[in-house]
């Protein structure tokens, strides 16, 4: 079993900065895959970032060059820095390993940009 527990979210000022992180423990292959994935009310919910435990990372255009998603294998922790943050970027925070053919979500953080 696997468990997955997020921290960082918060409120900040439009062009703030956060960063997520996201603490896996249990029983983590050496091969996994970790991503952070939002929901905002209304809508579906949405890949933000993912990065491969040899680090290649991939994001959602709209985060492009604003946020950097990054991960410390010996501690199973996945990060997300957020900078310039628009409101659009408000939402619950989901973080996701991805081993052996299985999935695992984290309880998600609140992360509100007010305008």
């Keep these: 079993q696997v468990q997955l527990v997020e921290s960082?979210?918060?409120?900040v000022q439009t062009?703030?900065?956060l960063r997520l992180?996201?603490?896996a423990s249990g029983t983590i292959f050496s091969a996994n895959n970790?991503?952070?994935h939002r929901q905002a009310p209304g809508k579906q919910r949405e890949l933000v970032a993912g990065i491969t435990s040899g680090g290649r990372a991939n994001y959602v255009g709209s985060v492009k060059g604003r946020f950097t998603i990054s991960?410390?294998?010996?501690k199973n922790t996945v990060y997300l820095q957020m900078n310039n943050?628009?409101?659009e970027d408000t939402a619950v925070y989901f973080?996701?390993?991805?081993?052996?053919?299985?999935?695992?979500?984290?309880?998600?953080?609140?992360?509100?940009?007010?305008?």
């Design 85 to 87: 943050l628009k409101p």
């Design 15 to 17: 062009g703030g900065s």
């Design 21 to 23: 992180s996201c603490a």
């Design 34 to 36: 970790m991503a952070w």
């Design 8 to 11: 960082g979210g918060g409120l």
């Design 71 to 74: 991960r410390d294998n010996a």
């Design 95 to 115: 973080c996701r390993l991805t081993q052996a053919g299985y999935g695992y979500w984290g309880q998600g953080t609140q992360v509100t940009v007010s305008s």
